[in-house]
Each structure stands twice: as structure tokens, then as C-alpha cells.
RNA sequence: GCCGCGAUGGCGGAAUUGGUAGACGCAACGGACUCAAAAUCCGUCGAUCGCAAGGUCAUGAGAGUUCGAUUCUCUCUCGCGGCACCA
């Protein structure tokens, strides 16, 4: 036997793979395909990170076994490679970003082949490629015809030192002492908002598919959450408020406000505008005071520091004008204020303090009103548990609270009781008080919150909580009606001081939560209520739950013609134009005598790129492409006039947006792809990469392929079936690999030392595959040490054939084989390759105990290891197996009869302490292994001669005795 | 602030319809082999009490439910990620 020699090896099986095109693939209508895809690396001058191979090889090892079970594999490889990082070393050196690339793509390649990836290389594309970026150029033609590509002026923010606009998606917010500042993703300088023309793709339009196709895919859950949250989507009303404008005409008598809770409007207490708003105001008549002026002013300039807008404190200005609100005709006034967007939503808001934590934060410090119009709805059960429903009521006069003395009980903060089913809290509550005090004409006027309350019901062995909802009332006037006898005997009732009531409340457990009601009656604790709650003080909306009070207000707004119905979104329209030159070149000309811009014929795609001499983008903010004047003075494809070339490039995300397309048909000159190979290949069904891609990329690479579906050119609406993500590698000591903290592994220094199979099963085994770890040299030496076992496994293998040799067949061995079988083709499955790979050492570990291994079993572990170490499992599968590849030799299939084990192990527990172990077969039955469990002699001294009370068992697991 | 996730030996981590906590690997320690070292192989390895048999404690903290809780419920602490005046 020659030592295990990974760096000869590995080498043999790269070479052999080349050769003979092992992971080639072609369309084959008899066979399943699968889909695996990851993120094509972008080719950097630092050559692979150890992060790429975290995805890749997680991906090799599933495609790897999805072929070994017979699936036609399509699980190719890319380069992204437009992009800044090369074209700033371009800058600084001189060298064209084109050859720079190359040189990067060799590399990769060198590093990628290295690792015994089974990529299908024929299929390798480079967005950087004029026969690949043709038709990214083809693909923004088809936006632009569809009016999904549109330029407009606008504010964009500016990267004063990569001189490009950034998507606000590049758009990264620093904690600094100063507050918090937005600075560009990838340089760290402070982003300035800035005007400037700029090609927009209308993925707002998009908004709504992308988020129901959301419901069609298995996403990671924080993927689709993010996803939700970017598209941002709120459902609500558009209402309009007529303004009662004094002194000057506005042109027009209204504002429209956007709110997700018109079911609250009858709570409205001031209108609350942007300074935007104000400023147009301004701009079309208003004659607002120099104070009001002033403020705006000062405002709008604030807004222009790129200083994000949160956690300023929130000011405002009364504007003097007064607005209607249409549901009951009350007169409200207009304030100005800095916390309302002239961006979002229509610019204004109506103000609804009880109900907004914003709007509550700027009534408390303007002392504007605040009117409660929802309370919280009870009568939930809670995780299951049981609930007990009860409301307490705090009745206030002349600064007193009204107790009631109850005989038996003790007293009690006014009343309260239990809630009927199908009674409203509020409506019980005033149930009670009318039969306890006798007051017939009370008002609720605010509610308290509830508290969980779950004192006295402990001694039941539940969870029992009793859920007490708050309310104060007033008295309107002191009439009262007879109480029944059985109340006056039970109760009197008195008013108290305040304190003095709270006194009383204190030092019993029992009624802590009256004195919590006192103390948040006192600071107004419990607003602003924002969740979901029942309507009141609400006219015509009153006792309706939420939902049905927003749906019925939106409907009386559409009726009587002051509002309507409308969703707001967050997501803003893409900037998809970039004043550099290492990116696709945007396919259009402008045509003075056409008076616009004009898509070049698809058959003089692909615009190439222009050689320059200098990529340095100008200080005006324009592209290298500008100056080139031999390349932008073109002729107008629609009239034959002078016309100039758009110089702006696309950003990178375009390239990547619909590359898994081109995989299907890397070759073709006649269409992105054709339909044949897009219907066979489409949709990718796994699709694994970097949590830092779940929103943007993401969401850019959905939105095209979502277009491409609506215009016919791909087969399924969504891209990608099945979506996961890998945690980050980290450096030694838990800090992120940089190059300037000198932290970085190197793949190449590991392929070298311990090889790429060790590298490979090491990263996988570092731990779970969704968490970041810390990078553990050490680790991969545990992992060649495996693999160096495995090697040496060898020496043992014999031919079990009974009849030759008369060896009888290892039953342990046959149970830990077929159950590692079924633990690893699961495991591959949840992408559990950590405890898959424990699996397989615990059965080499076992293997190692024995004398001899028989050869079938020897072949059956090296097909499970073959996914992980490819290198290792070809050459013994080369020396001890059928010859050809193992790459496509069968998945083994687990016999379910085998797993079972021959003996078991049930632990007797007694009073839930484990006290003895019992050895017995797994078809024991329940009595006899009660018997053995209760005359066990450890068992009967812990007994101490007593009877059991119970005897549970719990198949093949234990007995518990409980005394 | 809001949403989501997490906390287990010296370290990375196992263990889910609630059922022997610490699989597997690393490090450490002891032994074999060796002139010696490396490599390899064998053994020990949560804490604590005990000569031992064995006991007790232990999965971020505190409570609850249960015969039994790393696992379920509640409260809290810390850490990570995302969003952030989106009306």
C-alpha cells in the first residue's frame, strides 16, 4: 500500500475529470434534471477566499449525489466580472480593466480546478464578454421598449470619491459620534445627494409580482422576510382634508394624505405636512408667516446633509391653516414638521397621536390633543394556554378614584369581572358598573393596556393566565338606578384620594395590577396603542375590529368621494446608469432630430467597449466614455442624423441578473438562450449563495426574469425553486478576513499542506452550514488524519463470500452502514454536512476496530464519502471498486430492516433520575420490560420498598417510575 | 426603536413529535513505539464530593408546565443580523 499522497492524487482525478468531461452535461429528455447554481465569483485580484469554496463545495457535494442517484446535473460555473474593484487598479496602473480580468480569471480558474469542483466548464460565461454582455444590452432594450428603462433628473445619492451615482441599495448607514451618516458600500465615504440624469428601470412596476412570487418559492425565511420588508408594502387610504387657507388662495382647498389606518381618522387631531409640501405651497401663493418660512427653510436644509434622519428630534410649526377633517367636520389644525417625508406616501399624514408612536411623541411635546378611537380586543387564548378574560375600570371625579368595598374580598379598585363570551371588555365593564354602583350614565374614556396577571392561579398545575384589561371612565352625571339587594349587601362604595387608594392597593399581591392601572392612568401609560384593536369613539365604525373598521372607513371615503383606496410601497425605482467605463455600455443613442432616444437594432448588438486611454471619471461626474468623441458622435438608426451614444454604463448587478439563463445555452449567437434548453433546464432548482445577496441581487435577478417571462423569452416565472444561504467564514479570531488585519487564509497554501479533499471536508465539518465559524487550522488536521484512516482502511478489505472464505457477516457493522446511509443521504439533503461527516468518521472509527472489512462495505462507504472528497474516493474507488468513475457510479440505498439494532439500551428512570440501564432486544414487550425495570436491584433501592405510583415507557427509550 | 436569530465543556459543535446532555473533531494529559523527536497507535478528558461503589450539581439568568425540559411557556440579560421618522 503506497501512502496517501493527496497532492499526486488529486492532480490524477482533476486531469482525468478534464479529459473525459466528466461533469459535461447535455439536454436529455429521459433523465430528471437538476439545477444547482451558485454565485458566479466576481474575479478580484486576490484570488479565490476561502468564503467562495464554503458555497461551492456544499453545492459540488449535492449535485455530486444527485447525479450518483441517476439526475442529469447542470451545475456550471461563471465569472462576474464587470465591476469597480478592477477598474480602479486599472486606474492606478494604467492597464486596461480587460486584461486585467483575464489575468483574474486564470487564476480563478487555477484555483477553482484545484478544489475538484464538478463544474461543467464548457458552459463557463464572462459578463464582461461582448458575446455575453450582447445580450445583457439585448435584455435593457427590452426594458426600454416595454417603458420599464426611462431616464429622469432626480436626486441620486453621490459618491464624492468613486464619482458614481449609488443605487440606494449601495447605500450603507455608519453609527458615528456625530449620529448616523450614509456612506457608500463599498469606499466608506460620505454619500452627498446630488441631480443628476440618470437611466431608472421601473421595478416598482414589479412590486406587487415580486412579492406574490414570493408564495411560490422555498426561500430561506430571513430571504423572503428581507425581500418583504425592501418592497415595503403598505395598504391603506388616500384621504382627502379641505383646507380652510386663511388670507391667501392656495389654488387648491385640499390635501391628500396616505394612512394604513383610516379606521383611526375619527382620532385625527392635527394634520402634520412635509416641508416639501409646504415649500410648494409657498411656490404656488401661500403667504405663510416669516416664522412658518423660516422653519421650512431651515428644514429642507437639513434634509440635504446626507445625516440620516432618524433619532433627530422631531420639531414642527403650526402653519395657521386650518383642515376639515370629512368624517365629523371637526377643525384641526396644519403643522409643518420635520418626521413627515416629503418622499413618502403623498407628503402629508393626519396625525392620530393615540395611535402613532410618532405623532404621540409631537402631541406630547406641542400639547395637541389626543382622542382615543381603538381599544385592545381580548378574548384570545395565549399559546395555548387557558385565558381568563377580565376588565377593571378606574372611575375619576374631582381628582378621586371610586373604590368599592367589597365585604368578603377585601376592597377593590371599582369593579371588574369576567367576560362573557362574545362580550366586548367594554361593554362588560359597563355591565358591571351600572349592577355594582348603581351609575347608569358613564362614559369609558381611555384604556389602560392589559396586564397578564397569573398570581393566584399557579396552584393549578396549568399555565392559567388572566388577562386584565384597564380602563378609566367617567361619571356623565350622578344619576344612578336601584341596585339589586345582593350588590348593596356585598359592596359599598367610596371615593378615595388618589394616593391613598394606591396605599390601599400596594402591599397586596393580589391587586398589584390596580395599582399598575392607577400609576399608568396617572403618566398616560399604554398610548400610543398601535396594535390591532376594536374601534370606539368612532361613530359609525364603533365595536368593529380593525380590519373591518379600516375597510369600512375606506369604503364610506370612496362613497362620499373624499379618499380612496391605495398601496404604498418602499421600493424605490432601480438607478441603473453608472459614470464609469468598466460596465455594459447602454445600447442608445440620442437623437436631436428625432427629439429623443433611439435603441440601436438588435443586430448591431453588442456595443462594445471602447479602448480608452484614461478610466478616471471626470469631476463633472461624467463617464471615461464622454470624451471619446470618435466613439459618442454616432448616426440616429431612425434617421441617418448625427446623434451621440449614451456614455453612461450599467451598474454590475446587471450582468448577474440573468446569467443562470445563459448557462442553458452558453453558445448561441441567435437568441440569450434558446427555448428547448430553457425549457428543460428552467427553473434552477437549488440555488445557494451569500446572505449579503438575498435582497438586492436577488430581487434585481427576479424582477428580469419576471420581465423576460411577461415578454415570452423564459418558460417560469421564478428563477430559482429553492434558495439557502451559507454562513461567513471568519478569520481565527472571530474578525472578518481582511487583507489589512493580515487575518486571510489562503485556499491555495491549504490545497498545498493538506490538500483540496481535506480543505473541502473541512469546511464543510467547521460547523453548521448556515452559521458564520471561525477558520480553525487545526480543524483541518483532525479532518487529513480522517482521511488518512480512510486511506489506510484499505489493508483490511476482504472478499465476504461466504462460500470461499466462510466469514460470517458483521451485523454492527451492517447496522452502523445502513444508518449511516440514511443519515447522510438526509443530511446532504438539509444541508446538514456536519453531523453527515461525524457520521462517516464514526463509521470509519468502527471500520478501524475491525480485523477484516468485506469489499461491498468498503465500496458503500466510499460512495457516501464521494461527494465531500471526491479525489481520495476515485482513486480507492479506481483500486478497490468496478473501475470507472464514481461519480456516477449509484447512490446506495439504506435497507430499513438493517438499521434496526440487535440490542438495545433503555434507561430506567425513577422520579425522572436515570438509575439503571437495561440491555434488551427491540421487541421487548411493555410488560416484560416494566417487570425488568421494577425488579431491577438498583432500581428497587431507590424504591425504598414503596409502591409505584406510575410506570411510563417510552418504546425502546426508557421506563420512568414515579413514586 | 421595530423585526428575526442565537447563548451547551478549555475550543468548534452534537442531541427536537419533551426521554441516558456533551456525538464527531480540536486542544490538553497519560501510556506504547523511538537513542530522541515528529508521525502513528492505545487510554483519560463538564464541575464537584468520595478510597470505592456511587452521589450531587450542570445546557446565559429566573420562574412555570411535566414522571421527565438543552427542547414547550413567561420574564430578564447578553450577543449577532436586518430595517429604521415608510405614515
Request: charged content about 25%; overall charge negative; proline content about 5%.
Amino acid at each position: 500500500m503506497n501512502k496517501y499522497n493527496p497532492q499526486e492524487i488529486e492532480l490524477k482525478w482533476q486531469k482525468f475529470w478534464e479529459e473525459n468531461k466528466t461533469f459535461a452535461v447535455t439536454e436529455d429528455s429521459t433523465k430528471e434534471k437538476f439545477y444547482g447554481l451558485i454565485e458566479f465569483p466576481y474575479p478580484s485580484g486576490a484570488g479565490l477566499h476561502v468564503g467562495h469554496p464554503r458555497s461551492y463545495t456544499a453545492m459540488d457535494v449535492i449535485t455530486r449525489q444527485k447525479r450518483m442517484e441517476g439526475k442529469n446535473v447542470l451545475f456550471p460555473i461563471g465569472f462576474d466580472s464587470f465591476g469597480l474593484p478592477t477598474e480602479n487598479f486599472a486606474i492606478k496602473t494604467g492597464r486596461p480593466p480587460a486584461e486585467i480580468t483575464a489575468e483574474n480569471i486564470t487564476t480563478f480558474t487555477r484555483q477553482l480546478k484545484s478544489l475538484g469542483f464538478g463544474f461543467d466548464w464548457n458552459r463557463a460565461v464572462t459578463t464582461s464578454e461582448p458575446e455575453y454582455y450582447k445580450w445583457t444590452q439585448w435584455i435593457f432594450l427590452q426594458l426600454y421598449k416595454h417603458g420599464l428603462a426611462y431616464k429622469a433628473n432626480q436626486p441620486i445619492n453621490w459618491c464624492p470619491k468613486d464619482k458614481i451615482g449609488l443605487a440606494n441599495e449601495e447605500v450603507v448607514t455608519h453609527s458615528t459620534s456625530s449620529g448616523q451618516v450614509s456612506c457608500c458600500e463599498r469606499c466608506g465615504s460620505t454619500v452627498e445627494k446630488r441631480n443628476k440624469e440618470q437611466w431608472m428601470l421601473a421595478i416598482t412596476k414589479y412590486a406587487d409580482k415580486l412579492l406574490e412570487g414570493l408564495n411560490e418559492v422555498d426561500y430561506i425565511s430571513r430571504a423572503k422576510v428581507q425581500q418583504e420588508n425592501w418592497i415595503g408594502k403598505s395598504e391603506g387610504a388616500e384621504i382627502n382634508f379641505a383646507l380652510n387657507v386663511p388670507r391667501q388662495d392656495l389654488g387648491k382647498h385640499s390635501v391628500t394624505v396616505f394612512t394604513t389606518r383610516p379606521d383611526t381618522i375619527f382620532g385625527a387631531s392635527f394634520l402634520a405636512i412635509s416641508a416639501e409640501l409646504a415649500q410648494k405651497w409657498i411656490d404656488v401663493g401661500w403667504q405663510a408667516s416669516e416664522e412658518v418660512k423660516k422653519y421650512i427653510v431651515e428644514t429642507l436644509q437639513g434634509r440635504t446633509t446626507a445625516v440620516a434622519r432618524e433619532d433627530i428630534e422631531k420639531t414642527g410649526v403650526d402653519s395657521g391653516i386650518i383642515a376639515i377633517n370629512p368624517v365629523n367636520n371637526e377643525s384641526i389644525p396644519v403643522w409643518i414638521v420635520n418626521y413627515v417625508l416629503g418622499d413618502v406616501g403623498t407628503g402629508a399624514i393626519m396625525a392620530v397621536p393615540a395611535h402613532d408612536e410618532r405623532d404621540f411623541e409631537f402631541a406630547q411635546k406641542y400639547n395637541l390633543p389626543t382622542k382615543e378611537v381603538v381599544i385592545k380586543q381580548l378574548g384570545e387564548r395565549v399559546d395555548g394556554s387557558e385565558v381568563r378574560n377580565t376588565a377593571r375600570g378606574i372611575c375619576v371625579r374631582d381628582g378621586k378614584l371610586l373604590i368599592t368595598r367589597n365585604k368578603k374580598m377585601g376592597e377593590y379598585l371599582l369593579v371588574g369581572g369576567g367576560i362573557d363570551n362574545k362580550e366586548s371588555p367594554t361593554g362588560a365593564l359597563l355591565r358591571e358598573i351600572k349592577e355594582e354602583t348603581g351609575y347608569c350614565n358613564i362614559k369609558i374614556s381611555s384604556y389602560l393596556g392589559t396586564v397578564e396577571h397569573n398570581y393566584f392561579h399557579t396552584q393549578h398545575k396549568k399555565n392559567l393566565h388572566a388577562l386584565v384589561a384597564g380602563f378609566v371612565f367617567e361619571l356623565e352625571n350622578e344619576e344612578t338606578v336601584p341596585r339589586v339587594e345582593n350588590e348593596i349587601q356585598k359592596a359599598n362604595i367610596l371615593w378615595l384620594p388618589v394616593a391613598e387608594a394606591i396605599e390601599k392597593f400596594e402591599n397586596s399581591p393580589s391587586f398589584c395590577r390596580e395599582v399598575e392601572f392607577i400609576e399608568r392612568y396617572l403618566q398616560k401609560k399604554g398610548l400610543p396603542f398601535t396594535e390591532n384593536g376594536v374601534a370606539y369613539n368612532s361613530d359609525f365604525l364603533n365595536e368593529l375590529p380593525t380590519p373591518e373598521a379600516k375597510e369600512k372607513m375606506i369604503q364610506w371615503l370612496e362613497e362620499k368621494r373624499v379618499g380612496k383606496r391605495k398601496k404604498n410601497y418602499k421600493l424605490r425605482d432601480w438607478v441603473f446608469s453608472r459614470q464609469r467605463y468598466w460596465g455594459e455600455p447602454i445600447p442608445l443613442v440620442f437623437c436631436e432630430n428625432c427629439k429623443g432616444w433611439i435603441p440601436l437594432p438588435e443586430d448591431q448588438l453588442p456595443l462594445k467597449l471602447p479602448h480608452v486611454e484614461k478610466y478616471l471619471p471626470t469631476d463633472t461626474g461624467e463617464s471615461p466614455l464622454a470624451p471619446m468623441t470618435d466613439w459618442v458622435n454616432t448616426t440616429c438608426p431612425q434617421c441617418g442624423g448625427p446623434a451621440r451614444r449614451e456614455t453612461d454604463t450599467m451598474p454590475n448587478w446587471a450582468g448577474s441578473s440573468w446569467y443562470w439563463l445563459r448557462y442553458c445555452d452558453p453558445h448561441n449567437v441567435e437568441q440569450l438562450a434558446s427555448k428547448e434548453k430553457l425549457n428543460y433546464w428552467q427553473p434552477v432548482d437549488w440555488y445557494n449563495g451569500g446572505m449579503e445577496h438575498t435582497v438586492l441581487h436577488l430581487l434585481y435577478s427576479r424582477f428580469w426574469n419576471q420581465f423576460l417571462y411577461d415578454i415570452g423569452v423564459v418558460p417560469t416565472r421564478e428563477p430559482y425553486k429553492k434558495r439557502t444561504s451559507h454562513g461567513m467564514i471568519l478569520a481565527s479570531d472571530g474578525q472578518k478576513m481582511s487583507k489589512s488585519l493580515g487575518n486571510v487564509v489562503n485556499p491555495d497554501e491549504m490545497v498545498e499542506q493538506f490538500g483540496a479533499d481535506a480543505l473541502r471536508v473541512y469546511i464543510l465539518f467547521m460547523g453548521p452550514f448556515d452559521q458564520a465559524v471561525a477558520w480553525d487550522t487545526n480543524g483541518l488536521v483532525g479532518v487529513r488524519r480522517f482521511l488518512e484512516r480512510v486511506w489506510n482502511l484499505q489493508e483490511k478489505i476482504y472478499d465476504n463470500i461466504p462460500a470461499i472464505v466462510g466469514q460470517i457477516t458483521d451485523n454492527k457493522i451492517q447496522t452502523v452502514l445502513h444508518q449511516t446511509i440514511k443519515k447522510i443521504t438526509e443530511d446532504i439533503a438539509a444541508m446538514r454536512f456536519n453531523t453527515a461527516i461525524a457520521k462517516l468518521m464514526e463509521l470509519s472509527n468502527e471500520m478501524g476496530t475491525r480485523e477484516k472489512i468485506a469489499r461491498e462495505d468498503y465500496h458503500i462507504f466510499i460512495k457516501l464519502l464521494a461527494p465531500f472528497a471526491p479525489h481520495i474516493t476515485e482513486e480507492l474507488w479506481n483500486l478497490f471498486g468496478t473501475g470507472d468513475s464514481v461519480a456516477y457510479a449509484p447512490w446506495p440505498q439504506y435497507d430499513s430492516e438493517l438499521i434496526i439494532e440487535a440490542e438495545i439500551i433503555i434507561v430506567v428512570q425513577v422520579n425522572g433520575k436515570v438509575r439503571d440501564q437495561l440491555t434488551v432486544s427491540p421487541e421487548i414487550s411493555e410488560e416484560e420490560i416494566k417487570q425488568m425495570a421494577l425488579s431491577s436491584e438498583k432500581v428497587m433501592k431507590w424504591l425504598e420498598g414503596k409502591e409505584p405510583k406510575k410506570v411510563i415507557y417510552v418504546k425502546g427509550k426508557l421506563v420512568s417510575v414515579v413514586v
